[in-house]
């Protein structure tokens, strides 16, 4: 059933990608969890953004919170909602290496080529507020 999900969630089926956070979640699979759980921040489920705040904010917060928040925040800016962006990304670049991209193998160019890079997208979200 999960290859269905699949199918529909890499076709843009937010809600897809969403149900497949949950399923691993419950298999415990956090890496699967989580590169659903981003693609489904990506796409704008509301549930997969809603706690970035949290999220980034305690020192020991939930598995995969600096990725999603991330996520959340590279949507956001390139929405247009630079100002909502911009504190969350700032908390990103400062954790990413620590929360994020130490847990990615450095052989992993796929993931490596496809990662957010928060201090440019914090950058992106300054100049456009900058500009006005």
Same mark, same amino acid.
């Given at each position: 059933?999960?290859?269905?999900?699949?199918?529909?969630?890499?076709?843009?089926?937010?809600?897809?990608?969403?149900?497949?956070?949950?399923? *691993?979640?419950?298999?415990?699979? +956090?890496?699967?969890?989580? $590169?659903?759980?981003?693609?489904?921040?990506?796409?704008?489920?509301?549930?997969?953004?809603?706690? $970035?705040?949290?999220?980034?904010? +305690?020192?020991?917060?939930?598995?995969?919170?600096?990725?999603?928040?991330? *996520?959340?925040?590279?949507?956001?800016?390139?929405?247009?909602? $630079?100002?909502?962006?911009?504190?969350?990304?700032?908390?990103?670049?400062?954790?990413?290496?620590?929360?994020?991209?130490?847990? *990615?193998?450095?052989?992993?160019?796929?993931?490596?080529?496809?990662?957010?890079?928060?201090?440019?997208?914090?950058?992106?979200?300054?100049?456009?507020?900058?500009?006005?």
């Amino acid at each position: 059933m999960a290859h269905r999900y699949e199918a529909a969630a890499l076709a843009g089926d937010t809600a897809a990608a969403a149900d497949l956070r949950w399923l *691993y979640d419950d298999l415990g699979e +956090p890496v699967r969890r989580d $590169h659903w759980k981003r693609i489904a921040a990506e796409g704008g489920d509301h549930d997969a953004c809603g706690s $970035h705040d949290l999220a980034l904010r +305690p020192p020991q917060g939930p598995p995969g919170g600096t990725e999603t928040a991330g *996520y959340c925040c590279l949507v956001l800016n390139r929405i247009g909602r $630079h100002a909502e962006a911009e504190e969350l990304l700032r908390l990103a670049a400062e954790n990413w290496w620590a929360d994020v991209r130490s847990r *990615y193998s450095s052989d992993d160019l796929d993931m490596l080529s496809r990662m957010l890079n928060p201090e440019d997208e914090l950058a992106a979200a300054e100049e456009a507020l900058a500009a006005g």
